[in-house]
């Protein structure tokens, strides 16, 4: 075999490199793609109110945008839309937007909760009870959102026996003619698209069933400690314990904000009370959303029976009634200092 030529091979090495240091030459002096026009923030004009159809997409609502003198052309909104994910969370319905507008400015005002025209704000956990009473306040009347809640059916494979659980937290804004039967087919819609890819079987548990404990989830932990929650309950379950989780109390008495429970209360007559029933309740006790579902079908390793929020921010976990009883202790001393209010 011939050996190649040492020479011919460093006379190669040299023009190689003087080929890739003429290619990055070119690109550092060569212009990329031009700037699309923008605003630059100096030119704010009156308010205007626009219409974002249910479904539209990026390139729609830039146009929509454009049309309307909010932003100086389509392909300005349109980079920062596709450059940002919250993008996908501009709400159908009616915006209150200024005209003349950069276009990250203009996005920004599209997200603003406060400028979309008869905003619903199905809150996280929400009940059935609390839906009802948001549609009521956007003017619907209360012959009609009973209609609308009486007629939907709960989404395929969950055996559900009301609706309880499958209006999804989000924002919602009615469109023009939309009626409260078109908002309550958004909600379970939106229900099924955010949760349909994941994996409800079970060998223990039925969805509804696992729907159930998620919405327990939602009420009895914030988003950090879901995946524990689920695993006292889980825990407490194969133990034959009965749940004893306030947020069902508070779910028969219709109330919020007050995170203690009396002995009185826990003593109430309904099959959701589960201080006084072993297992779970018969149904959801809210909307969950799709971060305590996650934790409910993939929740934490651990040996927990107990868990107390000593402090807004602290919750603490144990599978020692003795050390459960010292976390409620100090829960009870930070309340009486003021902690939770």
């Known amino acids: 075999m011939n050996r190649p030529d040492p020479a011919a091979l460093r006379r190669l090495t040299f023009a190689l490199a003087l080929i890739a240091a003429f290619t990055l030459a070119l690109r550092a002096i060569a212009p990329g793609p031009p700037l699309a026009p923008d605003f630059d923030g100096n030119a704010r004009g009156a308010e205007v109110v626009i219409e974002i159809a249910q ?3 990026g390139s729609e609502i830039a146009e929509l945008l454009y049309e309307a003198g909010i932003v100086k052309s389509v392909r300005a909104f349109f980079q920062v839309a596709v450059s940002d994910t919250r993008s996908e969370r501009i709400a159908p319905g009616e915006h209150r937007i200024e005209r003349g507008l950069p276009a990250a400015v203009a996005l920004e005002q599209l997200l603003d909760a406060d400028r979309i025209v008869n905003l619903i704000r199905i809150r996280d956990g929400a009940r059935l009870d609390e839906v009802r009473t948001e549609l009521r306040a ?3 009347s ?8 009486a007629s939907a059916k709960a989404p395929a494979g969950f055996e559900a026996k009301s609706l ?6 989000a924002f919602y804004t009615p469109t023009s003619g939309a009626t409260a039967a078109d908002l309550v087919s958004q909600m379970i819609r939106r229900f099924e698209q955010s949760t ?17 404990i998620a919405s327990i989830v939602e009420s009895e932990g914030t988003p950090d400690v879901h995946a524990k929650v689920a695993r006292v309950i889980y825990n407490r379950l194969a133990n034959g314990m009965a749940l004893q989780m306030d947020s069902t109390i508070h ?7 007050n995170i203690r429970v009396s002995i009185d209360q826990t003593k109430v007559a309904s099959r959701y009370n589960t201080y006084r029933y072993p297992g779970l309740p018969p149904g959801p006790i809210g909307s969950p959303t799709r971060s305590s579902i996650e934790a409910t079908l993939e929740p934490a390793t651990g040996p927990w029976l107990y868990f107390v929020s000593v402090s807004p921010t602290e919750t603490k976990f144990t599978d020692s009634y003795e050390e459960f009883l010292s976390f409620k202790a100090e829960f009870r001393r930070n309340y009486r200092a003021g902690l939770f209010k």
């Open 138 to 140: 956007a003017g619907f």
């Open 164 to 169: 309880e659980g499958f209006l999804y937290p």
């Open 196 to 212: 349909g890819d994941l994996n409800w079987s079970s060998k223990k548990y039925s969805p509804i069933e696992l729907l159930t």
């Open 251 to 257: 779910y028969i008495l219709g109330t919020r904000g």
């Open 142 to 149: 209360n012959s009609e959102v009973n209609r609308a809640l």
């Open 55 to 57: 479904g539209a997409s």
